[in-house]
């Protein structure tokens, strides 16, 4: 449900900010607004270890000794936080595993600290995102 | 192909660096010092517009009207970049979806701008990684 | 100059963001508002390689031979950018110091670059920002 | 003290690294792997609460009312943490203030909530550094 308000800010800014919302191809200030807004609470969330969504994504040579082994060990010890993966053959040995998950934010940090040190891993990024139930 | 080289640094810094591979549970200091070359030069790959592999990560009320619709329309005209997608129902009106992409790293920045004035988009996120191919 | 317009967004979402305000203590939503507004804006100065203000922060060990030659050096060649410099000796052989810098964007970085390869230096960081002239 | 260790990585990656040495100009290995380590000791000094440096960058219209007094208050809350400050004009209406600043990583950032939500503020940013004496 829609709700509405209003809002004053610097007339110079405002033009700033449409030339903004232009180039984002945003449809009105409403929705530029609610991107912005919706941008900083994903932040919020995960700094106060609020119940989050989010994806780890791992780039690996599936020829290292014993690297698969470690990745499913280490993912059967955070079933509850762990969804579904993807996976993705990039070429002859490389892959791309992408991990969504969903808990504590502090829970999902740790499982990345635990994925870290896996050897033979070329490459591993967190996204932090929503679960949207309160944005 | 492993090759050995040596480096010479500043001894107290050898002994914080020591602390930090304990911590971050790495075997030893190669395998840490692979991890930090490698974050670097996966930022140089999008820097200079490399080939490059990435997932962008939206969260959406799939009952907004034509949200899901627009979505399609724009993946269908990146569909030399889109490797394919993963999709999570996190509750009754919020999904989680995942696109797989590859390609020049520009092409891949102006696909999430495309997506990201999508109306009734809650969140969206692109998280950059590697090919493996060069590193 | 103020101006008023008004804005509509999910009331969920308003929720949250009052929560964020109040956290934060900005004074009102418009406040808020025009913070993330700037923050964007600023964003978008850097990208655009607008005319932009900056810090660069350097901490450094000024017994290191040449360190200090070699920083004023190419301080010289960056005279149009460099506004001031503020030294603060943070011990008996750290030093910190900030250089304010003006100009294209892309000439900041590039001061960075050189900056950057210093033999002796333990840190740098560009804080990027802005001459507030259009925001 | 420098100190030498021998250190085992792909061959592939080693390449790539000398290429990511050339482009930023760094001496050699040791002092690229030296500003890599670093830069990752700095992000866990500021992570791990310890006693660090940093600059709070500001910019702001000198003439709304209070702003100036706002500001002298709240670095009177924090005289143990402020080391000294830069003023810069950048045009008639627009100042820029860089005020260093040291002590434990969390008191650093709650002088920085405690400025960020001052009335007619356009741009504040937190630089973290370190104080030299552990790296």
Known sequence: MLKRFSVSIDKLLIEQFDSFIKKNKFANRSQAIGHLVREALVGLEWEDNKEVAGAL????DHHKRDL??????????????IISSQHVH???KNCLEIIVV??????????LNR???IKGLKHIALTATTTGAQI
């Open 102 to 111: 969903k808990g504590k934010a502090k829970q999902i940090r740790e499982l």
């Open 115 to 117: 994925l870290k040190s």
């Open 68 to 81: 698969v082994k470690q990745l499913l060990g280490i993912q059967h010890d955070f079933t509850n936080n």
């Open 57 to 60: 994504t791992l780039v690996y």
């Open 90 to 92: 990039l070429d002859h």
